[in-house]
């Protein structure tokens, strides 16, 4: 046998070369590295890489380029749209053991971490210099898996998403080449934005391995609030009146009124399942008094009932650690079922539409579905339930999510506003863009990763 | 003769087909066409084409680049460095009259503009609604210009820059295509962020024929302030303390004593010819008094001489005029004399030592000098002025260029903050990013410009 016929082989034992014990092909491990939170079907990798060094990733990446061999990069295996699972099979890339905070620059307030640095440990760590790091997604997912599918969640509507909390970032390319893009000043105009390039590009472009993020003082006063509301669509026209009158919300999230009651459930709220805002304001004691008054008047003539004050540290937290969990709680509301997610992003002026439009269509398919969002940024998430292991109550939950990325598509919108493309939105995309856009895309991403090794099968239809 | 041999007089031919008198080869239209507001010798094009429409920039593209016929997008002329001197001739292609403001939508806070339309355009269009566009350089530049270089200026701090106030884009790609990127939401994870990569290509990669903007509210109360520092040190100290207390200010500008002495002159102002800082509040009536109190408190440790208020719109309108007019008003401090202008951006940390810095290498070399900066981003120019006409005194004026940016990139900073590579900065990017960095930007220009047509002889070492 001609060991290059086959091109895993031969990279793999290079890879163990240099990597030893670092380098897996124990099935257990390959299993771990097989599939995300989503329920894309498991595919195992050949082998599992553990990287703790650029110096590293770079070999790993000329190997694998030199032989033709898949790479998928894995952090916390978070993802809900397919993109840590290695379809074409070849080298899971492990980044979590990079996970260094290596530079705090209180002043500038910014920092540089590994890619495998949680959002959790990030801030933990920051805590005692009065900063904080606000890009929020509900999992513990890690900051590169955050840049790869350019990640926002509950803080965005006031603090922004990866794309503007990344000041720049070291990145492999597919031939091993090191590059830093970005830097540490606020602003730049010195040449093509590859920072946002590769944030959002979900490994299809490169292997982040260093990333500089922009950190925030944490505020002098901060309050939590909840309101509930009779319709689902009242507590929508709330979250717009309260965009549109330029109110500095630091967090306005929705839950429908199952979702509330698979939230009370899990995480033992003492609220009622009805549709509910959860809010959360920050500045000076004056400013955020100020914030929350205009916004409980909003509320009030909307028809919420009254707001639920948690002034404390300890209540916001059990309330912003109940809103992490709704995905969990979603999927633990009917016994046997688990869910897919939409991801649809709209218009603001939209937003009450496309979620009652949402719900109406779960509704007449006899669906059961919880709605959760961040609706002050027009995105909010259907998750769709159904049996687990029945592919017809899949197909149907697909279906469904069609619908709702359909009309958030004719909305203006767009089918992802978080979660990324990965395998489970890259039917839309031609709809969403158009051709010359996806070829556009495509030639990006033929002139940066010619061999098409870097994390394929995503993003792209047919890729 | 064989017409094919001479390419740029087949497409003026073709040109003038279809655009008839809006393709002009008249000496003095390409006179007006034959540089920006900076000191790089003019070059006239081969002709000016006046557009009216996106099928029009279409047609020209694909004709220029069947034949390699450079082109040159051109707005408002106000570049700083040379960005619209066709330097390789060809065609300078003539946006202006692409003026049309196409959608406001009150509601969402955005809008849609063609390229030709200029900010000081569109906030008078927008004023009755209540919104205002606050993306503010000095100029009296067109919005596809300030996409072009990714500007900022005055409001920044607050509001953000081009990156992040411009929410998608039609762009003519060099082979004529006509793609949308972005859209309408205020987030997406839906591919590649094709927007930022366009934001700042300087006319490189394509030519930008509709812009989708992020509007805001013009806030409830507004209140500007001037306050005098007896040293440079101390009104940047005051700056850096400002930002690094979180206050959200929305300008925060620097003038040194000599840029004073010139704005008093030219804008008829009554301050003394001290260094200072020209602040602006927005917000609520008690956040705005609030955030005045702080950032007077810093002021007067710093020794900061009271604070003069504009509480009025008429004399915030006489202030910021001033501030715009500083270039003109540098320009015009010394009879016979014009300036050239650094636009160094650092981290915050590093303001104190870079502006100092650069005074002090200004004095030792004798060179007069005026400085400005959107200081709370980082980013401060020094107009260096130099005899007109004086190579040598240019070249002088250049070697005080080199140290001042040699300084900011040793602090970390980058060569341009806002006014983009253009020619100028073209011998600063390799230093700055490193040559695999370069290698990647240019593999994406040669991607999307094969031929080269697009802007040549810009951003690009060599190019």
């Not at 990597?19 to 079907?41: F, M, V």
């Not at 397919?82 to 990079?98: A, E, F, N, Q, Y």
């Not at 890009?135 to 997912?141: I, K, L, N, R, Y």
Request: with cysteine.
């Amino acid at each position: 046998m001609n060991i290059e016929t086959n091109p895993v082989e031969t990279v793999i034992a290079a890879l163990r070369e240099f990597l030893g014990e670092r380098l897996s092909t124990n099935a257990s491990i390959r299993e771990q590295h097989a599939k995300g939170e989503d329920a894309n079907p498991p595919v195992l990798p050949d082998a599992v890489a553990f990287v703790e060094k650029t110096e590293e990733v770079s070999r790993v990446l000329r190997l694998c380029n030199t032989h033709g061999v898949p790479v998928v990069p894995f952090g916390a295996g978070t993802s809900l749209e397919g993109h840590v699972v290695p379809v074409r099979k070849g080298i899971s890339l492990d980044l979590s053991r990079m996970n260094a905070i290596l530079e705090v620059n209180a002043e500038d307030m910014d920092c540089l971490v590994e890619p495998g640095v949680s959002r959790h440990q990030l801030n933990d760590y920051l805590r005692d210099q009065g900063l904080f790091f606000p890009v929020d997604p509900g999992a513990h997912c890690s900051l590169g898996g955050m840049v790869a599918t350019r990640a926002s969640g509950t803080n965005a509507v006031r603090y922004g998403t990866m794309k503007e909390a990344t000041l720049g970032l070291e990145v492999v390319l597919a031939d091993g080449r090191v590059i830093q893009t970005g830097g540490r000043t606020r602003k730049a105009a010195n040449g093509y934005d590859l920072t946002r390039l590769f944030v959002g590009s979900e490994g299809t472009l490169g292997v982040v391995t260093k990333i500089r993020l922009r950190l925030h003082g944490i505020p002098e006063a901060t309050s939590a609030a909840v309101c509930q509301f009779d319709s689902l669509a009242a507590a929508v026209e709330t979250t717009i009146m309260v965009m549109q009158a330029g109110i500095p919300v630091a967090r306005i999230e929705l839950a429908d009124a199952d979702q509330m009651r698979a939230s009370i459930a899990y995480s033992k709220l003492d609220f009622q399942p009805q549709p509910t805002l959860f809010l959360e304001f920050h500045g000076s004691p004056a400013g955020v008094k100020e914030q929350a008054e205009a916004v409980e008047a909003i509320a009030a003539d909307m028809g919420g009932k009254g707001f639920a004050w948690a002034h404390d540290a300890e209540a916001r937290n059990k309330l912003w650690k109940a809103r992490h969990d709704a995905w969990w709680a979603a999927n633990a509301l009917y016994p046997g079922c688990r869910g897919i997610t939409t991801d649809v992003c709209v218009p603001i002026s939209k937003l009450a539409e496309a979620i009652v439009g949402a719900k109406e269509d779960a509704v007449a398919m006899g669906q059961n579905t919880c709605i959760v969002g961040h609706v002050g940024d027009g995105n909010f998430h259907c998750v769709i339930l159904f049996p687990e292991g029945d592919p017809k109550g899949l197909e149907r939950a697909w279906e469904l999510d069609r619908k709702i990325v359909a009309r958030g598509l004719a909305l203006g919108g767009t089918c992802s506003g978080e979660h990324g493309v990965g395998l489970g939105k890259r039917e839309f995309l031609a709809q969403e863009h158009g051709q010359d856009v996806l070829d556009v895309m495509l030639s990006l991403k033929a002139t940066l990763d010619p061999k098409g090794i870097l994390n394929p099968g995503k993003m792209f239809p047919g890729n």
